[in-house]
């Protein structure tokens, strides 16, 4: 069964300052990888997804993410975070069967 | 993507009443919706897997009898949480699974605020 695993419960940045949220997974097959972006009491918003080809993914708001099927890991990064960007992130891994698992989430904390 | 609505976006019951969350797929024919809870702070946790038609698969450790899931159309899946308790209250998500070349990816709806008094 699949499974994800984001080490870092909280991060706390400087406006301005670089990001990166870590994301390992388990599956045994290719997986189907995606980063979520949850706002309090919101639904989620997909940032960008990996299925197939280039191992670096563009996505929304200035995120990327690049796969590194050596390592497992699927991590999110953004070049100059924005004291927008505060939320809590979601890796997720998905399977042909159209399940889907989460990690626990990593919380950002933006400081101005 | 799929554009998904929940109803209503919050609930507050009594405990021992039944109460019935709607997901609805606005624009797009959904043969398979999925229920997620959050308890707050913590990640999705996948609850069923709805199927337009047939009966719901329940992930391991969910009741069935206790949170009834309907899928009578492709556009519309129900919750409805039976004899609600206040360890019941949660954010409920649902959402949709995409069709054709990407149908590894879901759409979410916005969530349904559970309060159990």
């Known amino acids: 069964a699949q499974s994800v695993t984001q080490p870092d419960i909280h991060i706390t940045v400087s406006e301005g300052a670089s990001l990166e949220l870590r994301c390992n997974y388990s599956?045994?097959?290719?997986?189907?990888l995606f980063w979520y972006v949850q706002s309090p009491g919101q639904g989620l918003q997909l940032l960008l997804k990996?299925?197939?080809?280039?191992?670096l993914v563009q996505g929304i708001k200035g995120f990327e993410a690049e796969f590194k099927r050596s390592q497992s890991s699927f991590n999110l990064r953004k070049p100059s975070v924005h004291w927008s960007d505060a939320a809590e992130y979601f890796c997720?891994?998905?399977?042909?069967?159209?399940?889907?698992?989460f990690g626990a989430g990593t919380r950002l904390t933006v400081k101005p | 993507g799929a554009v998904v609505s929940q109803h209503p976006s919050w609930v507050i019951c009594k405990s021992g009443t039944s109460v019935k969350i709607e997901c609805r797929s606005l624009?797009?024919?959904?043969?398979?919706m999925f229920w997620y809870r959050q308890f707050p702070k913590q990640s999705l946790m996948l609850m069923a897997t709805?199927?337009?038609?047939?009966?719901?698969?329940?992930e391991q450790g969910v009741e069935k009898d206790k949170f009834l899931i309907n899928h009578a159309s492709l556009t519309l899946s129900t919750l409805t949480v039976t004899s609600a308790h206040p360890e019941d209250s949660s954010f409920y998500i649902c959402?949709?699974?995409?069709?054709?070349?990407?149908?590894?990816?879901?759409?979410f709806g916005p969530g349904t605020r559970l309060t159990v008094t």
């Open positions: 959402s949709v699974a995409s069709g054709g070349l990407s149908s590894y990816e879901q759409y």
């Open positions: 599956y045994g097959a290719t997986p189907y």
């Open positions: 990996y299925f197939s080809g280039d191992t």
């Open positions: 997720a891994v998905g399977g042909n069967n159209n399940d889907m698992r």
């Open positions: 624009d797009f024919q959904a043969t398979t």
């Open positions: 709805s199927n337009e038609g047939s009966k719901a698969t329940y």
